[in-house]
């Protein structure tokens, strides 16, 4: 069984509608992440949070919203999605004990917003 | 603000050697990361180095750390049809102990069978 879980794995939306992208670990780990990847861009931070009561924006939070319901959960939500924001996106968590860091990351949600 | 760069492509012939190269900017990064991603998959970390090494080898792979120039590279040993992914190097940044990742965009690499 996968460690890091996306759900879904594929998603069609049409502009302004509000969607969610799930993520599951059960890794017991307590530092999640949320990346988008756009061909020849890399990946880019999203949000990152800590513990459950710690949420941080990365370096492309506009447009995107997070919620970290249990150490194990974290979705992030586009509350009026735009096209964009088609791309694909990946959840990551890593442990904070681990001194190199080492992030694991879900197979990735493919978005498209029309 | 801190980048990490790297070349998009590089096509090589099953059995030979790949190198793929990275430069960064935060000298102050404690490790320096390789990561894989293969086709419709995530990223999965394949090898690391921690900044005061200058190489590092696990079986085909052979990592290089040049600190002074700020460049990093990624040697694979008889390269295989299988090691068709895309490549990032990742350093922690920025500042040093700090637990975010920033990605270079990515080397996709080629085998030819």
């Known amino acids: 069984d996968a460690d890091v879980t996306q759900t879904p794995r594929n998603r069609i939306t049409k502009t302004g509608k509000r969607i969610m992208l799930e993520c599951s670990q059960t890794?017991?780990?307590?530092?999640m992440y949320w990346y988008r990847q756009d061909p020849g861009l890399g990946l880019q931070l999203i949000y990152y949070?800590?513990?459950?009561?710690?949420?941080n924006k990365g370096e492309i939070s506009d447009g995107y919203s997070v919620s970290r319901q249990a150490q194990a959960k974290f979705s992030l939500s586009l509350e009026s999605a735009i096209p964009n924001q088609t791309a694909l996106y990946f959840c990551?968590?890593?442990?904070?004990?681990?001194?190199?860091?080492?992030?694991?990351f879900g197979p990735g949600t493919r978005l498209l917003v029309l | 603000g801190e980048d990490v760069e790297q070349s998009l492509f590089l096509s090589v012939r099953e059995g030979d050697s790949s190198v793929i190269n990275c430069t960064y900017t935060?000298?102050?990064?404690?490790?320096l990361y390789w990561y894989k991603q293969e086709p419709g998959a995530g990223l999965q970390l394949l090898t690391y180095?921690?900044?005061?090494?200058d190489m590092k080898q696990d079986q085909r792979l052979t990592v290089l750390l040049n600190k002074k120039d700020k460049h990093l590279s990624l040697r694979i040993a008889d390269t295989q049809t299988g090691d068709s992914a895309i490549y990032f190097c990742?350093?922690?940044?920025?500042?040093?102990?700090?637990?975010?990742?920033?990605f270079g965009k990515g080397t996709k690499l080629s085998v030819i069978p």
């Open positions: 990551a968590t890593s442990d904070a004990r681990d001194r190199k860091e080492t992030q694991y």
């Open positions: 890794k017991g780990h307590d530092r």
């Open positions: 949070s800590f513990d459950v009561k710690d949420i």
């Open positions: 935060d000298s102050s990064s404690t490790y």
């Open positions: 180095i921690f900044s005061n090494m």
């Open positions: 990742a350093e922690t940044g920025p500042g040093a102990g700090s637990y975010q990742l920033t």
